[in-house]
C-alpha cells in the first residue's frame, strides 16, 4: 500500500481543455499541466502541489508561470506560501488542519484572472486496531458481533469481520462505517469454536485486532420475558405484585434465572430487586415502596448455563395503595381588625399536602376551635377547600386543622391565635431581602431561636392596600436564618415581605420590609407645578403611583437652564417640593425633574417661565414699613380721641371755675344788688390798693349776703345799713384757714390761691397788653420793692380760661361792674374803711333771688352804660385791674347742705 510521502511525490500528469477551467478569457488551447486533482492527507501534516504553464503558450497568451497565484478556499494565499518558475508554480501549505478544503491555481492573462485547476483536499487519521469484540447468538435468527473501532479517522473507513470455523473453513462479513456485523440464519452454529478476526482499513492505512476464541453455545441468548404486569397489595401500602411469562424463543430444556428492577416514575436510577434468581412461579412482591406513589418495573433472565443476559421486558407501571398522610398541612392565619363588638375574623389558610406527604387522595380537613385556658371547644367543620373564616372574641385560641384521606388522618397542623390584647414585642430584629438569580434571598436575625421555626409571609404593597392580592407564606426550621421565597414574583412589583417567630405560645410580632424581584426606571415622570415669586421659582411635585414606579425611588434631581448657564440640584427622596433661588431678574429658564431608581430615572414635562423684573422683597420691604406706619398713625389717632380727657389733664391740667361749679349756678340765680369793698391781702402778703372789683359771697342758715368791693387806689366803706346781722357767724364763715381766693383779671384771667397761704409772686398764667398796661403795673411793684410784671395778662383767645370767662356771664358782670365804678369814681374818692379782717359791710335781704343778666343792668342804669368806644377810651387810659373773689368752703358747704 503506498505511504502518504510517496503519494505526495508521484506525478501524474493530467491534460485538460483549458477552456473548461477558464473562468474569463477565451483560452482555447492545451497551456498547462497538473498533479492529481484529489489529494487524502494525514491531518495537520504538510502538503505540496504543482500547477505548469507549457512554453508554447507564452507567446500567445503573453504569460508565464510567475503570473500564477494560488487560493485556498477562495482566500489568496501569499506569495511567501509559494515559489515559481518560467514553467512551474509549487505551493506549500506546513500544516494543513481542516478535514476538508479546496485549492485553485489561478493565473492573470492580459489583466484578467483565469482558474488553471480546483484541487480537493481531504485530512483525516489512519484506523485505529479494534478492541473487545463480543458476539451473540439468538435462536433462528443471527450470529452478530460488535466492537470498538477506536478514535475517529475522519474519513471513510472499512471493517471487514472474519470468522475461522473449526474444521469448517472461513467465513467474512463485510460493513462500512459500523462497529457491527451479523451471519444470519442459517448462516449460523448451535455448537462448535469460532476464531473471530475484524480488519479495519482506510485511505492512510489498515489495523487488525486481536484473534477472540468463542463456544458458541455460551454465545446464545433467550428472549426477554412477555407478558409483564405489575398491581398493588391490598393492606400493604408499601408493596406491589409483579408478573409475567417465560419468553417464547429459547433453547429447550434450559432453566432460566431472573433479575427484575424498578424505578419512581420520572426517576433515572434504577433499583436492582434480584440477580440471578431462580423464580419458579414467574411472580415476585416488592416491598418497602412509598405509598400511593407510581413505579415502572422491568424484567430480564438468562440461561443457567450462559453468560448472556436476555433483554428487558417491556416496562410496566404500577401504583401503591394509600396510607394515612405523613405530615400536618401547613398552617397559618390572617387576623383582621376587631369590630365595633370586639369580635376578630380570623382568616385560616393551609398548603395542600404534596403527593410524597399526603400518601393519598386527600378527601377533606377538619377544623377545631378551643379556647387556650380551659380547651372548651368552640367550634368544628369539615371542609374541602384550602381556607377557613372564623369569628373569635378578643380570647386566646388554640386552631387545629387535619387532613384525611381513605387510609386515615393525618398528623394535627396546631395555631395558637393570642388574645387581642396581647402586646408580644418582636422577636426577629433583621430582615433583608435581595433579588438573586431570579429569586428573592431573605436574611433576618433572632436573638432566640423559636420553638417551631418561622413564617415568612409576602403580599402585593400597593398605594390603597398595603397587603392587597393573595397571602402567600412559607415555613422555615428554626436552625437557619436564610432562605429563599417559593412563589411566584413579578418584575417591577413592589411586595411587603415579613417575618414571624413562632414560639409554643404562639407567633411574635413580625418585622417587615419591602422589595422587588426586579427593578426598572419609572414608567412615568413626576407631574411638576410651579409658582414665581420674584427671581425665585418655587416646585412641587406628588409622588409617582406605586405602580408606576418600578421600583425604589432614590433621590430626585431638577435641571433648570437659561440661555447661558445650567444646573442640577440633586434631591432626597422624600424631598417634594423646592425653591430655586438666586435667579437673574427677567431671565427665561426651562426646568424638568427627573425621578430615579437604581436602573435610571424619568423626566417630568418640561416647563418655561420667565422671572420678574422687581424682587418681591424688595416690593414687601417698601410697602409693609408703609403700611405699619400708617396703621400705628390710625392707632395713636384714635387712642388720642379715645382718651384726650387724660392727655389734657396729664399735658394741661384743669384748673378749678367756679363760673362752672354748681354754686356759679347758684349765684346767677341769687345776685345781689349791694357790693362792698374788702381789703385783702396780694400774693406778696402786702396790701395792695388797686382792685377793680372785690366779690365776697357769705352765706349763713337764714340769709345770704354778697360784697363787691370796687377800688381804684383807695378802699370804699360800706354804708351802715348794709350791716351783717349776726357776726358771730359769719365771722366763723370767714375763718382764714377756709377762705378760697379767686383772682379774675380784666382780661379774663382767673387763678385760685387759699386765703391762709402765701401767694405765688406771679400767676400760674397771665395775659397782658404789651403797651402801657405793662408800664403802669410795674411802676406799681417798682414802688413796693417787688419785681417788675410779677404777672402777665393772658391775651390768647384759644386759653381755655378765656373761653369759659367769655362764656360765663358772672365773670363777664364783674368785669363790666368794674369798668363802671371806675368810670364813675375815677378819682378815688370814695372812703374805705376795710381792715385786715376782711370783714362783711353789707347783708342781702332774703327775699333777694338769683340776678339775671336784665336785672343786673336795672341796678346800674343810674350810672349809665359804657358803650365799646368808651370802653376803649377808659382802657388806654387806666391799667388793668386785679378782680379777687373770695369764697369760703363752709359757706360753700353749708350753702349745698341746706339745699338752697
Known sequence: MLTTEMTLSAWAWVTFSISSFIVEGGLSMHCHDVQSTSKVVKLHSSLSLTCAFRRECFESLEANASLIFWKMNDTKMTREQYRFNETVSIVTIKHFDAVKGYLTCHINIKGAPNILHRFTIKAGLPPEKPKNISCVSYREKNFTCSWDQGHETFIETNFTLLRIIEKKGNDTCMNSNKNTCSFLFPRIHISGHHK?????????????????????WQTYRTGPPQHVSVISVRGQSGSLLVTWQNPTAQLPDVGLLYNIQYKMVGATKWIQVTEKEEIIINSIVIENLKPFTNYTIAVRCIGKEQTKWSDWSSKETGLTAEAKPLAAPELWRQIK????????????????????????????????????????????????????SL??????????????????????????????????????????????????????????????????????????????????????????????????????VRYNISVYAVFNEGPRNPLSTLAYLQQSCPAEGPVVTHKIMGTEVLLKWQEIPLEKRRGFITNYTI???????????????????????????????????????????????????????NEQEEIVMIVVP??????????????????????????????????????????????????HVLKIPNPGNELISEFSTVEDLCLSRKDMCMHTAVMDGSPTLPSPQESITDETEMDSLLAPADLVIYTVLEESYKSQVPANSVLPEQPI???????????????????????????QPNTDENDPLQQIIKDNPYLNNSSNVTELQNELDPDGSINSELDNSSQVDMIMPEDTGTLDQNQYNAQHEDTGTLDQNQYNAHHDNHPVKLVQTYITLELLGLKLNKGI
Open 196 to 216: 473471530m478476526f475484524v480488519m479495519a482499513e482506510n485511505a492512510l492505512g489498515q489495523a487488525w485486532s486481536d484473534p477472540l476464541n468463542l463456544d458458541v
Open 337 to 388: 381588625r376587631p369590630d365595633s363588638q370586639g369580635n376578630t375574623e380570623v382568616h385560616l389558610q393551609w398548603k395542600a399536602l404534596n403527593k410524597s406527604k399526603a400518601n393519598g387522595i386527600i378527601l377533606g380537613y377538619r377544623i377545631r376551635s378551643e379556647k387556650l385556658i380551659d380547651r372548651t371547644v368552640i367550634q368544628e367543620d369539615n371542609t374541602t377547600s384550602l381556607n377557613y
Open 391 to 492: 369569628l373569635l372574641t378578643d380570647e386566646a385560641y388554640v386552631l387545629t386543622v387535619v387532613a384525611y384521606n381513605s387510609a386515615g388522618d393525618s398528623p394535627e397542623a396546631i395555631l395558637i391565635v393570642t388574645a387581642i390584647n396581647d402586646t408580644d414585642t418582636t422577636s426577629v430584629q433583621y430582615v433583608n431581602v435581595t433579588s438573586q438569580n431570579n429569586r428573592l434571598f431573605t436574611q433576618w436575625k433572632s436573638p432566640i431561636w423559636p420553638d417551631n421555626g418561622y413564617i415568612i409571609e409576602w403580599c402585593l404593597f400597593l398605594d390603597t392596600n398595603p397587603c392587597a392580592g393573595p397571602l402567600q407564606w412559607q415555613h422555615e426550621e428554626n436552625s437557619t436564618e436564610m432562605a429563599y421565597l417559593h412563589g411566584d414574583f413579578e418584575p417591577f
Open 559 to 613: 435641571f433648570y437652564k437659561s440661555a447661558v448657564d445650567e444646573n442640577a440640584v440633586p434631591l432626597k427622596p422624600n424631598v417634594f417640593e423646592y425653591t430655586l433661588k438666586t435667579l437673574q431678574k427677567s431671565t427665561e429658564y426651562s426646568v424638568y425633574v427627573m425621578a430615579s431608581t437604581v436602573k435610571g430615572g424619568k423626566n417630568s414635562s418640561l416647563i418655561f417661565f420667565k422671572t420678574n423684573g
Open 626 to 675: 408703609v403700611v405699619l406706619c400708617l396703621l400705628l398713625l390710625m392707632i395713636a389717632v384714635l387712642a388720642c380721641f379715645n382718651n384726650q380727657h387724660r392727655f389734657k389733664k396729664c399735658f394741661w391740667p384743669e384748673v378749678a371755675d367756679p363760673a362752672g361749679s354748681s354754686m356759679a349756678e347758684w349765684l346767677q340765680k341769687h345776685q345781689t344788688k349791694n357790693a
Open 765 to 791: 398764667s397771665s395775659t397782658v397788653q404789651e403797651t402801657n398796661t405793662g408800664d403802669q403795673v410795674s411802676g406799681q411793684n417798682t414802688d413796693d420793692g417787688e419785681e417788675d410784671n410779677w404777672w
